[in-house]
């Protein structure tokens, strides 16, 4: 998950557009000598990997429309807040091209937790990577009650992985339950050990649960032929790589919400700016193998829930539009206070955008790319979860503004 080092020229214009300075831009500048993050591989995958995709897009019928036509005045900030809550996040991602076998991270959690592993085999034969659970604490009988996640089929198109692992995610909720009898190892999902990861090959996963006990959760890649109970035994930890994406993090999920209710009919377009590390700071945390401290640069894992309030007469519409590059994931909505909730896809109806073939004409620029999010009334509160996609740029915009034209 190391992004691009700088941004796109669309993006730029679309800044300048909406009167925000270059260093919205923070996680994809050159800061104290080092880059900050880094993800130049994942953009040749895009364009290389990525070229089917990019054909069956150009095929598909292409909306010329602009979203609106009426001016709303230039887009302007919305005053937002913030805060942490839930349980603790396991983030697996450095050494992210794994060229030895051995433990990728590992650490105990009880109670909330989610793991998120984004690893790519960069050996010349097959591998396996899985999530072990293990009693930490002597006990009997740990449950682990897993409740959200999902995965992929691996691939070297990562952006496919991407936006498939989100839409697993944010899609139909799980709800399995690992035993742990007597101190018997179990991995949180039988079928990781039947997934080869060929050589090139990305494989990404993000997993809620609720273990009731102490439980050691190691992430492991390892070779097809082993037992993964057999070689966690005898596996050492691998060293970081120099992007150091790896740790522990407390307050796993993050509320944006705002004291002033959105009046589409007076307020105009608005926009919320979502993991740039300016209005929405990258989560510390620590690197439970070595003890050093950890910065989740992009805030992978952390899950965005968006309680933006709005009144008045007229409809909100709702649109997210990448700033940084590529991107392709997935979010939810939510209607009141109900359990059900609708995936959408970021973007629909192509693989991916960001990369300026999307670009749309509106009312303050001609270089913008938008994912239709919808349109609501204000007879109940809306809400959305967003969660930063890998393999994707960042930052993003979540974009308000009144519906119809």
């Not at 990019?54 to 095929?59: A, D, F, K, L, N």
């Amino acid at each position: 998950m190391k992004l691009q080092g700088k941004l796109a020229a669309g993006a730029l214009a679309l800044m300048a557009a909406l009167g925000l300075p270059s260093g919205a831009g923070a996680r994809h500048h050159v800061s104290e000598g080092r880059t900050v993050v880094s993800t130049e591989r994942h953009e040749v995958a895009a364009h290389e990997a990525g070229k089917t995709h990019i054909e069956q897009r150009q095929q598909a019928p292409q909306d010329s429309t602009p979203p609106y036509s009426r001016d709303f005045g230039v887009p302007k900030p919305w005053e937002v807040e913030q805060r942490d809550e839930g349980g603790t996040l396991l983030f697996s991602d450095s050494p992210e091209y794994v060229t030895e076998d051995g433990i990728l991270y590992q650490d105990t959690v009880e109670g909330d937790a989610r793991i998120l592993y984004y690893h790519l085999n960069n050996m010349s034969s097959p591998r396996k990577v899985a999530v072990v659970l293990e009693d930490a604490a002597g006990s009997k009988l740990t449950v682990v009650r897993i409740t959200r996640g999902g995965t992929a089929a691996p691939s070297t198109d990562y952006l496919k992985v991407g936006k498939a692992t989100q839409m697993a995610y944010f899609g139909k909720q799980k709800e399995d339950t690992v035993v742990l009898v007597n101190g018997r190892k179990r991995l949180l999902q039988d079928s990781m050990n039947k997934v080869l990861l060929q050589p090139g090959e990305l494989v990404y996963g993000v997993y809620d649960f609720h273990a009731d006990h102490p439980v050691r959760v190691s992430v492991i890649m390892y070779p097809a032929f082993r037992n993964p109970y057999a070689f966690l035994e005898q596996a050492k930890v691998l060293p970081k790589d120099e992007v150091m994406l790896r740790g522990t993090f407390k307050g796993m999920n993050r509320v944006i919400y705002s004291r002033k209710a959105y009046d589409a009919s007076k307020d105009g377009i608005v926009y919320v700016d979502l993991g740039d590390d300016n209005h929405d700071k990258y989560k510390e945390g620590i690197d439970a193998t070595d003890g050093s401290k950890a910065l989740n640069y992009g805030n992978y894992g952390i899950l965005y829930k968006l309680a933006l309030p709005t009144q008045g007469p007229a409809a909100t519409q709702y649109y997210l539009s990448p700033l940084g590059g590529v991107y392709a994931g997935a979010m939810s909505v939510r209607r009141d206070h109900s359990i059900s909730t609708r995936l959408l896809e970021t973007p629909a109806g192509c693989p991916f955008f960001g990369d300026g073939s999307q670009s749309l004409s509106t009312s303050w620029s001609d270089r913008v790319e938008l994912a239709d999010l919808g349109s609501y009334d204000n007879s109940v509160p809306t809400f959305f979860e967003f969660s930063p996609p890998g393999a994707s740029n960042l930052p993003v915009q979540l974009i308000m503004m009144p519906a119809g034209n």
